[in-house]
T-cell receptor
Framework: QQQVKQSPQSLIVQKGGIPIINCAYE??????FPWYQQFPGKGPALLIA?????SEKKEGRFTISFNKSAKQFSLHIMDSQPGDSATYFC????????????FGTGTSLTVIP | DAGVTQSPTHLIKTRGQQVTLRCSPK?????VSWYQQALGQGPQFIFQ???????QRGNFPDRFSGHQFPNYSSELNVNALLLGDSALYLC??????????FGPGTRLTVL
């Protein structure tokens, strides 16, 4: 079954808007939650990641919000730009070594100029 | 500092053939993971190599095998190709840590 559920499947926002992508997980052993950005024909690039001991992390225009009790985490993109148009994947893993990453199904984001 | 590199970029094979994909990890990384990404889907874990051993494996048949060399580079081999094996194959490297860095992928088309 899908270990990490991601929504929405697609998202269209105006430039300057704040798209929000949500992910939910079941396995409470997960302790590392990265977000990846992928452009067509390219490999996923790490954007930002969070551990369960904090509820929020910001890096530039990207923010992760983490709700441990609800087993949910989300990506917010502040002041979105057309160059942010890409597919975004959340992922989860447990442990630091030798554990596989479980990816969500992806969200296709389009930022309209 | 070179990131993760993969070769070839694209590959076209016919059903029943065998294919070998190659990956060089990011400098200083010792762990290599392989993923299959079908069109419109998230990456699916195939297996992970550390110290030249397969450390963990996802839900893929034995037709998928791999190898890691002493210099930490890795190969993914797929035998008896099926149409459903057509996908982007991604290699990710890490240094015994959570953060995995992905290469650009190899696009495999099976006809």
């Amino acid at each position: 079954q899908q270990q990490v559920k991601q929504s929405p499947q697609s998202l269209i926002v105006q430039k300057g808007g704040i798209p929000i992508i949500n992910c939910a997980y079941e396995n409470t052993a997960f302790d590392y939650f990265p977000w990846y950005q992928q452009f067509p024909g390219k490999g996923p690039a790490l954007l930002i990641a969070i551990r369960p001991d904090v509820s929020e992390k910001k890096e530039g225009r990207f923010t992760i919000s983490f709700n441990k009790s609800a087993k949910q985490f989300s990506l917010h993109i502040m002041d979105s730009q057309p160059g942010d148009s890409a597919t975004y994947f959340c992922a989860a893993t447990s442990g630091g070594t030798g554990n596989q990453f479980y990816f969500g199904t992806g969200t296709s984001l389009t930022v309209i100029p | 500092d070179a990131g993760v590199t993969q070769s070839p970029t694209h590959l076209i094979k016919t059903r029943g053939q065998q294919v070998t994909l190659r990956c060089s990890p990011k400098s200083g990384h010792d762990t290599v993971s392989w993923y299959q990404q079908a069109l419109g889907q998230g990456p699916q874990f195939i297996f992970q190599y550390y110290e030249e051993e397969e450390r963990q494996r996802g839900n893929f048949p034995d037709r998928f095998s791999g190898h890691q060399f002493p210099n930490y580079s890795s190969e993914l081999n797929v035998n008896a190709l099926l149409l459903g094996d057509s996908a982007l194959y991604l290699c990710a490297s890490s240094l015994q840590a959570d953060t995995q860095y992905f290469g650009p992928g190899t696009r495999l088309t099976v006809l």
